[in-house]
């Protein structure tokens, strides 16, 4: 959906600070004056007469017409991200990989080229792969630590760059800053995934971003109960998204735009105990004899903290580890716990342990696994808001088992 910010979404507080924004941020109050908005639940609009809805669908006038297009619910969920993001307009999704897709697609066209960082998730690598060659879109990946080579890998053809960062699942970390000077100066489109760190940690468009992607799926929920996606920006390459989503058809629905805008309404807090958490087991298994190492972005020990440190309030809430013992300790460990979730999703209250070479990336091959940063050993914790020590106890349990 994209907003339909003139008329429905009330008069910001400019001055406001981000929680009280994501809090006072709702649409104009009905004539029952409820305190919480309501969630509108249909599927179309009706019209005043036949002009009323010719000018309607001609777009002469800012208002809904069927919630493929847009809805009330899901202006306020993008009206929120927008001002978390510091974005012009955006359009929601049905989920993470919906915006991930008609985003790029709705920019590119057969001949053209996607620079891509080569640590992505999944499913987007398999767009790139095996989907967008149809089209004879082409890509090239680069190392996320090799950024100094990355303008040797533009063409002619190049039209956009694409990462994320934190990375999935390695939690590694790119310099926005300098992928967005490079973009401006070949002028290219740079696209930010932006799921690990939400909006409230870190927004890409201050460092030269032109379009945010996120997953609302994850942090932005929280609670792991609905799906969505978003993809926030500059205007002129909304409307280019708009215009495909609203013929595709891959539009937010209104009740799970509710769920999320008040789900935005205690990011902030929940956040903040994510990354404290998070904090304290990477911290933890640092000094622990069966961990090779650890790598969460405010670690000091991090590779990248310095850049992390520039770009992020915190850390987020996922912190990546190696087992000693490779693949078969690396099961153990996930086969022994108890308390956490074993899942493949991120963002939650609840904590959730990943082993990706036993599970979601056990059909790639070692060297595969390996180009992604994936090791036999690795594990990926999303750290939850269960209380630090109970997270730790399950953890040291399932360690010493593996």
Not at 16 to 27: D, M, P, W, Y
Not at 54 to 64: G, H, L, P, T, V
Not at 278 to 298: C, D, G, S, T
Request: with cysteine.
């Amino acid at each position: 959906m994209k907003a339909k910010k003139t008329n429905e979404t009330q008069e910001l507080n400019t001055h406001g600070k981000f929680e009280t924004n994501a809090i006072r941020t709702q649409l104009e109050r009905s004539q029952f004056l409820e305190h919480s908005s309501p969630m509108y639940l249909t599927s179309s609009f009706v019209f005043e007469d036949a002009e009323d809805m010719r000018a309607s669908f001609a777009e002469e006038k800012d208002r809904n017409v069927y919630s493929r297009y847009s809805n009330p619910n899901s202006s306020e969920f993008i009206e929120k991200v927008c001002q978390m993001e510091g974005a012009e307009d955006g359009f929601a999704f049905a989920s993470g990989m919906a915006a991930v897709f008609s985003t790029l697609a709705a920019l590119l066209n057969s001949g053209d080229h996607i620079l891509s960082a080569r640590s992505i998730f999944g499913s987007t690598h398999a767009l790139l792969t095996n989907f967008f060659p149809k089209w004879n879109i082409s890509h090239t990946y680069f190392k996320i630590d090799e950024l100094d080579e990355l303008e040797a890998s533009i063409t002619p053809q190049t039209k956009v760059i694409y990462a994320e960062t934190p990375t999935n699942p390695g939690v590694d970390i790119l310099d926005l800053e300098v992928l967005g000077k490079i973009a401006k100066k070949h002028d290219l489109i740079l696209v930010i995934d932006n799921c690990f760190a939400s909006p409230y940690l870190q927004q890409p468009i201050k460092f030269g971003a032109d379009l945010v992607i996120h997953s609302g799926t994850k942090l932005m929920d929280g609670q792991g109960r609905v799906l969505a996606g978003i993809t926030v920006g500059n205007a002129d390459l909304i409307d280019k998204i708009y215009r495909f989503s609203r013929i595709t058809g891959p539009s937010l629905s209104p009740f799970n735009a509710w769920v999320l805008s008040k789900s935005l309404e205690t990011l902030a807090v929940r956040v903040d105990r994510h990354c404290e958490n998070a904090l304290k087991l990477a911290e933890f298994l640092e000094n622990h004899e069966k961990i090779n190492w650890v790598r969460y972005p405010f670690l000091k020990s991090h590779p990248k903290y310095e850049i992390a440190k520039k770009q992020m309030k915190a850390g987020g809430c996922v912190v990546a580890f190696e087992v000693k013992g490779g693949l078969k300790a690396g099961q153990n460990f996930f086969d022994s716990i108890k308390l956490l979730s074993l899942s493949a999703n991120l963002g939650d209250s609840r904590s959730i342990v990943t082993h990706p070479a036993s599970t979601t990336h056990s059909k790639l091959s070692k060297e595969e696994r390996a180009e992604t940063g994936i090791t036999d050993g690795m594990v990926r914790v999303s750290v939850g808001l269960e209380h630090i020590d109970d997270i730790v106890a399950d953890i040291a349990q399932a360690l010493a088992l593996a």
